[in-house]
Every structure is written in structure tokens, then in C-alpha cells.
């Protein structure tokens, strides 16, 4: 990092929110965050506020000499921003020796870890996700954090609220929130000079940006034919994007209990149609064999709108138009957004949680929120901090801050089941099939029911 960093900055989280039931409704008394040996949840006499940098205690100094880190990237941009993370937290903490653990994606990062607890060879700190959470807090092997957080006076509402949603569980918090992402919809602003319309972001002034309005400029986008077609809308893969759909047409993936799935149901069976519709009846998004050469066709000029996080950042940076941004159109009967909230979760019976818990912070930080936005993979997940000076000038210049902010605001949290890969590959399997025309969207979400219903059954 070109700025010096001080142990004091690195270790406050600012806030602008109180702390709502995940500690209030705690009982009994407040361990020091340098002491974490128990996961018995806790409580303050009052919700705590934002901390001062100057607030930093000595008791959170690292105890021991050691942290296991798992986390899940490739090699190279992807992995860069856990490296710049570990080589802040050596600065903070020279004296301990940060052991990586790396795995290649989020369903390796699954099996390692439930590998790792079986064995009783436990990481001390992990990289948690929406859709990675749910094994682990569901399993109770995940330490609950609300108590370190209030005794360090952090602001837990200073985070974006699907965060709280995607780790609390009762009262109970099971991993400080680090980065964020809203899903927004980017477009290729050259695209549609040549269409000969206006920029999408002169639709969502008027206060029109919808479905209906999407099929309409993607409609006008759409041409050509073979290998060059231009679209104008991407093709929508995977339950982690057909959710936000499902929920704007004010559907549900699942009861409360992810014990029994509604991809059957009206509301979602119409919001897959509608994503099937574009392809297979007014192809105006690319079909399966579109896709097959695995290129990003929104990059390559070839679709006009896109919907994506600042996670696509890195590929857009190597389009050679003009990209503009809004945010997601409203739906039906909702106008919530998709997002990914990600955490940093310590594992309750790991040996080295002081060091641990002083890594979350960190990363949680203003310093470390500043890696996390330099790496332009993320969002970031302090509410306070999305307003800073460090924030506004990591962005490109056609990135719509406000977009970003009122995505996050909107955004629902996806509750993954613990059987998330299974639950996935019988998805996406049915999905293709609506999506090359092989069976009807009735069909495939029968099927996707009766299929996850059963998967749902088993136990853990």
C-alpha cells in the first residue's frame, strides 16, 4: 500500500448506525476481544456506537504466533487482494506468521473446510460468502462475533443490512462483513449510439426503468445473425442471478427453513419464463450454443446490456466502448436487487481466534477497505465508508456511486441451503434445457422442484 498505515487506523471500523438485536439481545457479560474462548452469546447494557481509531485497546494484541488463513482465488489479480491483506496484517502483527490456505473456487472452499473439520485440522479464519455461510452456521462450528463487536464498540449497522441478514442467525453474528456487491445493469453506451437511442440512464431518470422497458431497448439492440449476433440483453445463468427475478416478480426461492423449494410456484415459474422468453422466443439474449465459445460477449461488443457486480470490473476494463451503468430495473411487484455480502467467520474451537479476530478488523477497516477497492472486484461493505474520499476516487469514471449505494440499499440476501451444490447443478442443468428449448419452463421448474425438495431432505 502507498499509504502508511497506523495499528490505530487499521483496527477501528467507523459507523453511522446503532447496533440492533444481535447484541441487544444477548445475555450475561462481555468477554475482551483478546480473550475468545467461548461462543456463549452475550450482552451489553446498551447497543454500542461507532469507536474512534484512538479507542484501539492493547488487549487486542495477538496472543499467539500463528493464523490460519482458507480463503478461496486463482492465481494472479484474483488473489492479489487476500495477498495485500495478509502483507497489512504482517505489518500490524510481524510477529505472526500468517499460514495461506488456498482453494481455487467457493465450492472447493465447501469441501476443504468440512474436510478440515472432520479432521480436527481447523483454519483459524475463513473467507465466508453468501453462498458458503449457511454449511457452516448451520453446523454450529462458526464463532459468534456479536460479543468481540461490542466489546470493541464497533457499529454493526454501519454495514449494509443483507449482510446482517446473510450472518445473523438469533441474535447471534457469525462472520464481520468486509466486502459487498449490488448487482447493477451496465450497458454499452456506443452500442446504443448506434441504435440510434438514448443512454439507459435517460430511462431510469424518467423513472420507466422495467422489465418492460428492458425487453424494449434490448429489442432495438438485437441484430444480425450467426457467430456476429448482436444482443441486447444477456443471457441470465445460474440461481444466484434468476433469484433477483424471481424476487421482482415477488417470488421466493424457498420457506424460511430451506426445507422445501417454490421454483414451481406462479411467481417463479413466471420470472423464469420471462428469462426463457428472451431467449428462446424473442432472442433477444444469446442462447446456449451463443455462449459455448466461454467468451464474455458483453466485453467482446456483442451484448448491450449486462447484468453484473464490480466483480466484472476487470473485463470491462479491456472493452474497447464507452460503458455506462445503472441500476437493476424494477420488477413486476419489487424493485430488489441482487448483491453478495462477504465476511470474515473464525471458527469457534480454532486455536488462534485473537489473531483471527484482529485480521477481521483490520480488513473491515478503513485500510483494509481501501485494498478491497483497490482490487475493483468489490464494493465496499461500510456504509459510512462508501461516502469517503478513498471510495469516490477508486472509481472509474463512468462508475454511478449513487447506483452502487441504492443497489445495496435494495438488496435481498440470498439464504444458500447447506446442500448448495447439489442444489445448484440440478438448476442449472434444468434451466439449459428451458434455455435451448428442450422441455418447457413448466417443465424444468416441476423438475427443479421435485429434484431439490428431495436433495433438501438430506441431512447434513
Given at each position: ?356 479476530w484482529n485480521f477481521a478488523k483490520m480488513w473491515s477497516s478503513d485500510d483494509g477497505q481501501k485494498i478491497v477497492l483497490t482490487s475493483r472486484r468489490s464494493f465496499t461493505a461500510r456504509r459510512s465508508f462508501a461516502k469517503s474520499d478513498a471510495m469516490k476516487q477508486n472509481l472509474l469514471p463512468w462508475e454511478d456511486l449513487d447506483a452502487y449505494i441504492d443497489g445495496l440499499d435494495r438488496t435481498k440476501a440470498y439464504r444458500a441451503p447447506a446442500q448448495t451444490g447439489e442444489v445448484n447443478t440440478i438448476f442449472d442443468q434444468q434451466l439449459s434445457l428451458a434455455y435451448s428449448d428442450e422441455k418447457t419452463v413448466k417443465e424444468v421448474t416441476t423438475a427443479m422442484a421435485q429434484q431439490i425438495n428431495q436433495v433438501l431432505k438430506k441431512p447434513l
Amino acid at each position: 500500500m502507498k499509504d502508511r498505515v497506523s495499528r490505530r487506523a487499521a483496527l477501528s471500523v467507523a459507523g453511522t448506525f446503532v447496533l440492533t438485536s444481535l447484541v441487544v439481545a444477548c445475555s450475561g457479560s462481555t468477554p475482551s476481544p483478546a480473550t475468545p474462548s467461548s461462543s456463549r452469546t452475550t450482552s451489553t447494557s446498551s447497543a454500542p456506537t461507532a469507536v474512534p481509531a484512538a479507542a484501539a485497546s492493547p488487549a487486542s494484541q495477538a496472543t499467539t504466533t500463528k493464523l490460519r488463513y482458507l480463503y478461496n482465488a486463482t492465481p494472479g489479480v484474483d488473489e492479489q487482494v487476500h495477498l495485500d491483506l495478509i502483507k497489512l496484517y504482517n505489518q500490524l502483527y510481524p510477529s505472526v506468521t500468517v499460514e495461506k490456505i488456498r482453494v481455487p473456487n467457493d465450492a472447493e472452499i465447501v469441501r476443504k473446510l468440512l474436510a478440515m473439520l472432520a479432521a480436527h485440522d481447523l483454519p483459524d479464519l475463513f473467507w465466508n460468502r453468501q453462498r458458503t455461510a449457511p454449511p457452516f452456521i448451520d453446523r454450529g462450528v462458526l464463532l459468534d462475533v456479536s460479543p468481540l463487536i461490542a466489546a470493541d464498540k464497533l457499529d454493526v449497522k454501519d454495514f449494509w443490512p443483507s449482510a446482517i441478514q446473510t450472518y445473523g442467525r438469533e441474535g447471534k453474528l457469525y462472520g464481520l462483513p468486509n466486502s459487498a456487491s449490488a448487482n447493477v445493469h451496465y450497458f454499452n453506451i456506443d452500442m446504443f449510439k448506434a441504435a440510434g437511442l438514448p443512454p439507459l440512464t435517460e430511462t431510469v431518470k424518467k423513472g420507466s426503468w422495467n422489465w418492460d422497458s428492458l425487453i424494449d431497448q434490448a429489442t432495438k439492440l438485437t441484430k444480425g445473425e450467426g457467430p456476429t449476433k448482436q444482443f441486447g440483453f444477456g443471457q441470465i445463468t445460474s440461481i444466484y442471478a434468476v433469484d433477483m427475478y424471481i424476487w421482482q416478480n415477488g417470488g421466493r426461492l424457498w420457506d424460511d427453513g430451506i426445507s422445501q423449494t417454490y421454483l414451481d410456484q406462479p411467481a417463479d415459474v413466471e420470472a423464469i419464463q420471462w428469462l426463457a422468453d428472451n431467449v428462446v422466443t424473442r432472442k433477444i439474449s444469446p442462447s446456449n450454443l451463443d455462449t459455448q465459445s466461454g467468451s464474455d460477449l458483453f466485453a467482446a461488443g456483442r451484448v448491450g446490456i449486462m447484468m453484473a457486480g464490480r466483480y466484472e470490473l476487470p473485463n470491462l476494463a479491456k472493452s474497447k466502448f464507452q460503458v455506462g451503468m445503472v441500476i437493476s430495473p424494477n420488477g413486476p411487484k419489487a424493485n430488489t436487487t441482487r448483491g453478495d455480502d462477504l465476511a470474515s467467520s473464525i471458527l469457534k474451537d480454532a486455536p488462534n481466534r485473537v489473531n483471527a479476530w484482529n485480521f477481521a478488523k483490520m480488513w473491515s477497516s478503513d485500510d483494509g477497505q481501501k485494498i478491497v477497492l483497490t482490487s475493483r472486484r468489490s464494493f465496499t461493505a461500510r456504509r459510512s465508508f462508501a461516502k469517503s474520499d478513498a471510495m469516490k476516487q477508486n472509481l472509474l469514471p463512468w462508475e454511478d456511486l449513487d447506483a452502487y449505494i441504492d443497489g445495496l440499499d435494495r438488496t435481498k440476501a440470498y439464504r444458500a441451503p447447506a446442500q448448495t451444490g447439489e442444489v445448484n447443478t440440478i438448476f442449472d442443468q434444468q434451466l439449459s434445457l428451458a434455455y435451448s428449448d428442450e422441455k418447457t419452463v413448466k417443465e424444468v421448474t416441476t423438475a427443479m422442484a421435485q429434484q431439490i425438495n428431495q436433495v433438501l431432505k438430506k441431512p447434513l
